[in-house]
């Protein structure tokens, strides 16, 4: 599968490479988690693109200390602001959504881009065998896209 990075992710790209220097020094720190409908600034916030065929759930706040989260409330229980994203959507800019719903039945394709670490390999995140909704932590430095979904 071959993915072409958005004019956005080649800017991010350039702009964490300029960054990493600072970042390796000290001399920048990482950002505070940011709390439901904070503004945070560029580039320590969570972001999500559906470049997938099917709509999919994001949601504000992560809760705890896991990567993932089987459980159908959102990370930060029912009271979480959650959104829906259609396919070519993405989340707002300078907002931290922190948390990407692998409904159960589901497989997701994603890729991650961090400020700090580059790209990722493709990866998948497959809850097709489970009853219950997966939650997906995307950490402050992440852009995650969601590639392809797939059902059964």
């Known amino acids: 599968m071959r993915t072409v990075m958005p004019r ?22 990482p950002a505070p988690v940011a709390a439901a409908d904070t503004v945070c600034s560029y580039p320590w916030c969570s972001e ?17 200390t896991d990567d ?4 159908n409330a959102p990370p930060n229980g029912w009271g979480s602001v959650t959104s829906e994203l259609w396919p070519g959507q ?3 800019a300078h907002e931290d ?3 990407l719903r692998i409904d159960s039945g589901w497989k ?3 890729q991650t881009y961090s400020v700090v670490f580059g790209w990722s390999s493709v990866g998948s995140f497959d809850n097709r065998n489970s009853s219950t909704e997966m939650w997906v932590h995307v950490h402050g ?12």
């Open 8 to 29: 956005k992710s080649i800017r991010r790209a350039l702009t964490a490479v300029a960054l990493l220097p600072a970042i390796l020094l000290g001399s920048i720190t």
């Open 48 to 64: 999500i693109y559906n470049q997938s065929p099917y709509q999919l759930t994001v949601a504000h706040d992560w809760k705890g």
């Open 68 to 71: 993932t989260l089987y459980q």
């Open 90 to 92: 993405h989340t707002p």
């Open 97 to 99: 959504w922190d948390a």
């Open 108 to 110: 997701y394709v994603v």
């Open 141 to 152: 430095d992440e852009t995650m896209y969601v590639l392809a979904q797939y059902y059964g």
